[in-house]
């Protein structure tokens, strides 16, 4: 199993610009979840999907959308990326209420 | 909705020392209390994580407790090592209702252990 996986792992982006993160899992997690971590900041949700068809917003949402594409695959766009959105952003899957399993993360900067 | 606070935000130990991360919750139906490790550049692993019907789990030399009454709950690691060092974080999380067991996270505390 390859657990969960992100990419790309690195990005630089200009103000404006605009694109998506891709993540999939193999371990048949009904949930799963985007974070983004800044220095200091711990790890903040962005949006989350509880199972394949449905998404919701977490604690910081704005500037983010998100699709569910199927049960392994949930993706995050950035429509017009701005400096505030330089961060390092996780992907993580859940069954049920056990362990949630986080990707690499993909380092992201907007100049 | 849920809000954790973890402290110190930095921890500095000897090598043999033992370290203490404290956290505080303030959603009463918090049942779920996972304590993640990471390294620097690498994702968040799971380290250990307790359920609100026990007070205390131990594996090696790491161990969680939990007071519900008190809403705190806290990683004792024992005879730190180099390899300790990271950043540790706690969280909290609901598994019922609607928020389909999100968790919250604590800050984080830069676990430093000295040789």
């Known amino acids: 199993n390859a657990g969960v996986t992100q990419t790309p792992k690195f990005q630089v982006l200009k103000t404006g610009q605009s694109m998506t993160l891709q993540c999939a899992q193999d371990m048949n997690h009904n949930s799963m979840y985007w974070y983004r971590q800044d220095p200091g900041m711990g790890l903040r949700l962005i949006y989350y999907?509880?199972?394949?068809?449905?998404?919701d917003k977490g604690e910081v949402p704005n500037g983010y959308n998100v699709s569910r594409l199927n049960k392994r695959e949930f993706s995050l766009r950035l429509e017009s990326a701005a400096p505030s959105q330089t961060s390092v952003y996780f992907c993580a899957s859940r069954f049920g209420y056990n362990e949630q399993f986080f990707g690499p993360g993909t380092r992201l900067t907007v100049l | 909705g849920e809000n954790v606070e973890q402290h110190p935000s930095t921890l500095s130990v000897q090598e043999g020392d033992s370290a203490v991360i404290k956290c505080t919750y303030s959603?009463?139906?918090?049942?779920?209390f996972p304590w993640y490790k990471q390294e620097l550049g690498k994702r968040p692993q799971l380290i250990i994580d307790i359920r609100s019907n026990v007070g205390e789990k131990k594996d090696q030399r790491i161990a969680v407790t939990l007071n519900k009454t008190a809403k705190h709950f806290s990683l004792h690691i024992t005879e730190t090592q180099p390899e300790d060092s990271a950043v540790y974080f706690c969280?909290?999380?609901?598994?019922?209702?609607?928020?389909?067991?999100?968790?919250?996270f604590g800050q984080g505390t830069i676990l430093t252990v000295h040789p």
């Open positions: 959603d009463s139906a918090s049942n779920y």
């Open positions: 969280a909290a999380s609901n598994g019922g209702g609607t928020s389909y067991g999100k968790l919250t």
């Open positions: 999907s509880a199972s394949e068809g449905t998404t």
